[in-house]
């Protein structure tokens, strides 16, 4: 799946995966297309590094500037 998307989009850099399903979903329904909005800040890059030690704070500026 996330290749396909990489092939539909040359110059994506990451992919919230979440955020792609509730857009998609959106896009794909019948009219009335309900709007939506993501707004999600990255704390870690996904890969075997990864920790929850900023997890809290990016969830806090997500919400502050949402």
Known sequence: ??????????????????SYAV?????LTEEPRPLCVSMKSVCDFGD???SGGYH???????????
């Open 48 to 50: 075997e590094q990864k």
């Open 23 to 27: 857009y998609t979903a959106a896009a």
């Open 1 to 18: 799946m996330v290749n396909s998307i990489i092939d539909e989009h040359k110059n994506l850099v990451g992919l919230e995966m979440e």
């Open 56 to 66: 809290d704070y990016a969830c806090y500026t997500s919400a502050r500037v949402f």
